[in-house]
């Protein structure tokens, strides 16, 4: 059975990080392309990240650039999403899904087949 659990979530204060894991089970996540999404208390969820299965340049979202940073590790079957200097507005439930078509075609992640069930971040003091 085909599985993603996520983790790695928590309380921070402002300014603070985060690393998230995506970890897959029943099957191997390198041949597929990986996204992370957050959905905020009232509103719509949005992309945060993405890597291909082919280990290309990631997507990153205009409001994490810079301060967020998705890798793969093959070997456990797990990708990461560092988030450094967290803002209250970062604040979500964060959710992994993987793709078998092996493109970042999808900002929303509608279509993508799996999904995690998410961890929940809050940036607050």
């Known amino acids: 059975q085909l599985q993603l659990v996520e983790s790695g979530g928590g309380l921070v204060q402002p300014g603070g990080s985060l690393r998230l894991s995506c970890a897959a089970s029943g099957f191997t996540l390198n041949y597929y392309a990986i996204g992370w999404f957050r959905q905020a208390p009232g509103k719509e969820r949005e992309g945060v990240s993405c890597?291909?299965?082919?280990?290309?340049?990631?997507d990153y979202a205009d409001s994490v650039k810079g301060r967020f940073t998705i890798s793969r590790d093959n070997a456990k079957n797990t990708v990461y999403l560092q988030m450094n200097s967290l803002k209250p507005e970062d604040t979500a439930v964060y959710y992994c899904?993987?793709?078998?078509?092996?493109?970042?075609?999808?900002?929303?992640?509608?279509?993508?087949?799996?999904w995690g069930k998410g961890t929940l971040v809050t940036v607050s003091s």
């Open positions: 890597i291909s299965s082919s280990g290309g340049a990631p």
């Open positions: 899904a993987a793709d078998p078509i092996g493109l970042c075609v999808s900002s929303s992640g509608d279509g993508m087949p799996y």
